[in-house]
């Protein structure tokens, strides 16, 4: 049998061009577009895929783990162009089927012949199938560590969006709120709040919540926390924007914010630190 394996593995690699064009053959028309659209070369693409053949071949007569090695290498450098290029995963992992069919037609006349038994081409199958499922496994890894790093860059923009820090003189910002504060904003308007206070050496910081549509115990031990991280930087926070309604409800919560200077509106908290349309005077 392992003769009779090198025999067939050494012919899938002789046969490397013929196989790589029966691949094309055997491909999705739609997926052939896509190809065209991307702008890989055919020449590119043929190489690539005969250095795909080629492995699948001397994975019959190889050491497994080299044979392994090689394939991941293979993998991470195509899924990488299929990522630039914008080709569809679902595209991609349905052509790996394409390879063990124009590998088959190889041998078509041999098996018709009874010259390869069945039996061995169904060998053949047991050791190149789990290589074209890692390759799977693989491309699905490469495309999902992509993704992850594309919504990570989504969530920063968001976060940074959620708290923005707007300067409107030297040492002094506006922080709005709008929307709901749970624990994860909360962190993440503390994050943001601390590093652009510092980045504007800020004296002082107005929270302006009359955009928050509830608060309640939770939300106002949320935004405690990010003034109390603030008071320890040395910026000074003005809370304003409370409305009636919600003085109300923090009033029934027992909920006070006795150390910490507020106002009803981001205007009054404004001229009350010397701040104009005009002119500006801190106090000193």
């Known amino acids: 049998m392992r003769d009779e394996l090198f025999y067939l593995g050494q012919k899938i690699v002789s046969h490397k061009s013929e196989i790589a064009q029966g691949v094309i053959h055997y491909q999705e028309q739609r997926y052939s577009d896509q190809l065209k659209l991307s702008g890989i070369k055919k020449e590119q693409l043929t190489e690539w895929r005969m250095q795909l053949i080629e492995m699948l071949g001397q994975s019959l007569y190889e050491d497994k783990v080299e044979t ?23 595209e991609s992992l349905k052509t790996l089927s394409a390879f063990r069919t124009a590998i088959w037609d190889i041998f078509t006349e041999q098996l018709h012949d009874n010259q390869i038994s069945a039996a061995l081409m169904l060998q053949v199958n047991k050791e190149i199938n789990p290589i074209l499922d ?42 709005p709120l709008i929307g709901e504060i749970d624990t994860h904003r909360a962190s993440s308007v503390m994050e943001t709040a601390l590093r652009k ?17 509830i608060m309640d ?41 006795e150390d910490l200077k507020t106002s009803a509106s981001l205007k009054k908290a404004l001229e009350d630190v010397g701040f104009t349309q005009y002119k500006m005077v801190l106090p000193v």
């Not at 496994?137 to 993704?147: I, S």
């Not at 969530?155 to 040492?171: G, R």
């Open 217 to 257: 115990t939770m939300v106002s031990h949320n935004i405690y926390q990010i003034i109390n991280a603030l008071k320890m930087m040395g910026v000074q926070s003005v809370l304003t924007g409370i409305r009636p309604e919600v003085a109300h409800t923090l009033g029934n919560l027992g909920i006070t914010f």
């Open 68 to 90: 392994f090695r090689k394939v991941k290498e293979w993998t991470g450098r195509i899924g990488k162009v299929a990522l630039e290029k914008g080709l569809p995963l679902n």
């Open 134 to 175: 890692e390759i799977a496994f693989l491309l699905n890894e490469v495309f999902l560590t992509k993704q992850k790093d594309q919504l990570a860059l989504i969530h920063n923009a968001m976060d940074e969006l959620s708290a923005p820090i707007v300067p409107i003189a030297e040492k002094i910002a506006i922080l």
């Open 197 to 213: 206070s510092s980045e504007l050496q800020l004296d002082f910081l107005f929270i302006d919540i009359s955009g928050v549509a």
